[in-house]
């Protein structure tokens, strides 16, 4: 299917009226054919009036209907064949086997969401029946339900072209709940998002879903993006990507007249702990995959492991002589593109500027490399020095980490306390180490979204139990997830039915119980019709 740089808005290709630019390709820095076009203010406003009005329609859409359409989805992504892969490793520099795991995520999250669905869990149906001779005063008969909040605008995220863009996590969570779907992609990849597009747009034809209910929209963040989040139609935004940008949404949200929730993901240092006695028994073995897990997609996860915390020791010298062999065996990676590359550049210039900070291995040199390139880099620090220098708490996004040196289990306590808000806190315990560090497991839990004990937290599962959030500024609401079948709780709402009618109930709360939910009646868990 040629690219034709074409939007997608109200079940229509239309080019785009707001200018034209090329995407380019970050391991060549080569311009990649054929331009692309963004969107003017009025193609914006012409995707939000569609997505209005399909609103109430996909809202009210079966359980079934939506589940196929995802599922649909999922075999249109599929049915692009080479050409989806071909066009992710153009645009991102990624090799083609982590296009092709990327897109088994994507398809399989589509599933696990259509598979979710359809169990109606989601809607937590709860009923407590009218008690007309409650004394002193009855009791009116209220049923709860959650729906779909209504418009979504997500953000395509630079680093999961497929899993985090057009159809991955947060609009696969936003069609689940029944809520249309700004996509504002990502100017990385604006040939996959279009390919991606392609197949939802398919998908709701086939479902005879209403059109409005999916637009692809192109053009820079602050014209396009701010442009969606601020229309009153729109109800909530997802975005992946860095605190500037996601605090800046924030801010355009908040200003509105009707706030919105902004369920931004902005990363973080993912501190990794190696406790004494596991640096005891494998140092080498460790070092060996934290330095896998650093390098992984050249750094660029928002769980790559920053930060080493540690008992200064002998252990932990092999620790550092084995990781700094491997690092320096790293040969340079190709990033995302070139603002990603310069930032990650500039902020390891940030970091080696400190005294207190040394650069202790480097992989290969991204110098004289066709594309833009980044080099495995490993720093260390006292917990001293870092306890006085936040600026060396900032994530650096790319394969960079610092090794914080502590003299006692007292200082590991303080480094942790010290620290913002993480999607994720790692140790590395040997068997019964940790009862002398329950603390640690309390500090991180309060500090973190993920805590992963004897591994490293790249390698984000998508199931039912993940939580990839955190306290601020992971991300902007700690108590929801942005990977999992939970990060559709960020698109939902509660509503109450007080005193209807049967015939004016939605089906799930009616007392037939036609879906056959499991729902809480007079507070208890059941099956059964009332
Ligand atoms: P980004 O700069 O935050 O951009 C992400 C999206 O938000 C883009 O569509 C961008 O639009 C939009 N945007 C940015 N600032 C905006 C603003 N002020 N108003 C409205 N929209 C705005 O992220 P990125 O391009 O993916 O990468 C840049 C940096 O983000 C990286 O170096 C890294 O530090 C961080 N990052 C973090 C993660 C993570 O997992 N948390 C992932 C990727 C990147 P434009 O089209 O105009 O750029």
Request: include cysteine; charged fraction near 20%; charge should be negative.
């Amino acid at each position: 299917m040629p690219i034709s740089g074409k939007l997608f808005i109200n079940g229509a290709w239309v080019q785009g009226e707001g200018g034209t630019y090329h995407a380019s390709n970050p391991a060549t820095k080569s311009e990649i054919e054929p331009a692309m076009s963004m969107a003017s203010s009025e193609q914006v406003d012409a995707a939000i009036k569609a997505a209005e009005l399909a609103a109430p329609a996909f809202r009210n859409s079966s359980l079934q209907k939506r589940a196929e359409f995802l599922r649909t989805c999922a075999d249109e992504i599929m049915a692009l064949g080479d050409e989806l892969l071909e066009r992710v490793t153009a645009e991102t520099g990624y090799p083609r086997a982590r296009g092709e795991m990327e897109r088994g995520r994507t398809c399989n999250q589509l599933r696990l969401f259509a598979d979710t669905i359809e169990t109606g869990d989601y809607l937590d149906a709860r009923i407590d029946t009218a008690m007309p001779d409650r004394q002193p005063l009855p009791r009116p008969d209220l049923r709860h339900l959650n729906q779909a909040i209504g418009p979504v605008v997500v953000f395509g995220a630079s680093n999961f072209p497929l899993a985090f863009s057009v159809a991955g996590g947060d609009s696969a969570a936003a069609f689940a709940a029944g809520c249309p779907v700004l996509v504002k992609g990502h100017s990385s990849h604006p040939g996959t998002s279009e390919l991606v597009a392609h197949a939802v747009a398919t998908a709701v034809e086939k479902c005879g879903l209403p059109k409005g209910i999916f637009s692809l929209l192109m053009g820079s963040g602050s014209k396009v993006g701010a442009a969606l989040v601020k229309a009153p139609a729109v109800k909530a935004v997802g975005f992946t990507g860095s605190l500037a940008g996601g605090m800046a949404l924030v801010e355009i949200a908040n200003a509105r007249p009707e706030p919105i929730p902004v369920f931004a993901e902005m990363g973080s240092i993912n501190p990794v702990i190696l406790l004494p006695d596991a640096l005891a028994n494998n140092a080498d073995g460790i070092a060996t995959g934290f330095v896998g897990s650093l390098t992984l997609g050249t750094g660029q996860f928002c769980v790559n492991p920053g930060l080493v915390i540690a008992i200064d020791d002998d252990n932990l010298q092999t620790f550092i002589t084995t990781a700094s062999a491997a690092v320096a065996e790293v040969q340079a990676g190709v990033m995302l593109n070139e603002r990603i590359c310069t930032a990650y550049c500039d902020g390891l210039q940030e970091y080696s500027s400190h005294d207190g900070v040394e650069v202790i291995s480097a992989g290969g040199s991204a110098e004289g490399q066709d594309g833009y390139c980044g080099q495995a880099t490993l720093m260390t620090a006292t917990a001293d020095y870092f306890l006085q220098n936040t600026a060396i708490h900032e994530e650096v996004f790319g394969p960079a980490s610092l090794i914080v040196k502590c003299k006692n289990k007292d200082e590991i306590l303080r480094v942790v306390t010290a620290l913002k808000g993480q999607l994720t806190g790692t140790i590395h315990c040997a068997d019964g180490e940790l009862a002398s560090y329950t603390e640690l497991t309390d500090l991180l839990s309060l500090r973190v979204g993920r805590i992963v004990i004897n591994g490293f937290p790249t390698g984000v599962e998508v199931c039912h139990a993940m939580v990839h959030g955190g306290p601020f500024p992971a991300s902007t609401d700690s108590r929801f997830t942005s990977v999992g079948t939970s990060s559709i709780k960020r698109f939902i709402r509660p509503v109450c039915y007080q005193g209807f009618p049967e015939a004016l109930l939605p089906d799930a709360l009616r007392n037939a119980n036609p879906l056959g939910l499991l729902r809480l009646v007079n507070g208890v868990k059941t099956t059964d019709a009332i």
